[in-house]
């Protein structure tokens, strides 16, 4: 099946349609404005070739640290030829309090470049915490795994799910990406001891089931257009040409409930960190899955 497009999504409806009932869909109009030309390969080498970006297998291991156009020259034009490495650029904003090769500066450059899409909350929002009053900016206001994703053709972002049940954005600038979506109600069926079946290649003894699961979308995101991950979802991306796209996460007040639920199941989650990182100017940084939960409940009943 096919995801719905819409164009001119307002907030209330993202919200009422996608959001709360946790449905994907894909905008194809809330890219209009902006200066697409700022986000092509010839663009981004010349502005920040010299940047040292981390590289990426198909799922979230750091394979090396190279220079953007380092990866550009031997990844771009090269269509996806047998045996050439299918690795990924995903370099994000600061997630954690360590030095790294963070992408923040190449946001603040590129910040004219792109707007707070119109559908998209920028208040009620718990991660990254909004206060009441406050307004959030997706080209201020820091949030989660905001990142540039670079891949070339053949290149792959493996099945699995968003950390802390967070809703993705994706924002298709240069090629076209396939995606894969499964409903949160198929995890018996994807997952097993916290690791993910790929779907190109099932491992039938790990995935026994997996013939079983229910593929809910199968389409094909094309330039200037942005679809919405809900927490929960299970997605594959695959690139279909050369790539280059923008993601963030976020956690909404609607969704809080589960939020809550999921993060005081799982205690000793990794990604938690980065939670902590979120929030660490009102929790403090070593604070408990449940004293996260205590703060964002009570700031949102
Ligand atoms: O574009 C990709 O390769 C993966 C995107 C994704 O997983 C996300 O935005 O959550
Ligand atoms: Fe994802």
């Known amino acids: ?10 907030e209330e409806r993202f919200v009422a349609e996608f959001l709360i009932p946790g449905k994907p869909v894909i905008i194809t109009d809330a890219m209009k404005k902006w200066q697409l030309e700022k986000f092509t390969p010839e663009f981004l080498k010349k ?20 220079p953007l156009a380092d990866y550009l020259e031997s990844n771009f034009g090269k269509g996806a030829e047998a045996g050439r490495s299918l690795h990924y650029i995903r370099w994000y904003t600061k997630l954690k309090e360590i030095d790294f090769f963070w992408s923040d500066e190449l946001f603040a450059e590129l910040a004219g470049a792109w707007q707070h ?10 991660v990254p915490f909004v206060p009441e009053g406050g307004q959030a900016n997706i080209n ?15 290149a792959r972002t493996r099945l699995h799910r968003d950390p802390f049940n967070s809703n993705a954005v994706l924002c298709q600038f240069y090629g076209r990406k396939k ?9 018996g069926h994807l997952m097993r001891d916290g690791k993910f079946v790929d779907v190109e290649s099932p491992d039938p003894d790990a995935f026994p089931t997996f013939s079983r699961g229910t593929l809910a979308y199968d389409d094909v995101l094309h330039p200037g257009e942005m679809i919405f991950f809900p927490g929960g979802w299970f997605h594959d991306v695959k690139c279909l040409d050369d790539s280059i796209s923008i993601t963030w996460n976020f956690v909404h007040a609607s969704g809080l409930d589960r939020f809550c639920e999921y993060i005081n199941q799982h205690p000793d ?30 700031k949102f009943s």
């Open 117 to 126: 899409p119109g559908f998209l909350p920028n208040s009620s929002l718990a």
């Open 1 to 10: 099946m096919k995801v719905e497009r819409v164009e001119n999504l307002s």
């Open 140 to 154: 201020e206001t820091h949030f989660p795994y905001k990142g540039l994703f670079i891949s070339g053709k053949g």
């Open 47 to 66: 502005e920040f070739g010299h940047y040292e970006v981390q590289v990426y297998d198909d799922l979230f291991d750091l394979q090396t640290i190279d």
């Open 269 to 298: 989650d990794d990604q938690l960190e980065i939670v902590r990182f979120f929030l660490r100017d009102w929790v403090g940084e070593d604070a408990e899955a449940r004293d996260i939960a205590g703060f964002l409940k009570s």
């Open 179 to 187: 995606v894969l979506l499964y409903a949160p109600s198929e995890a």
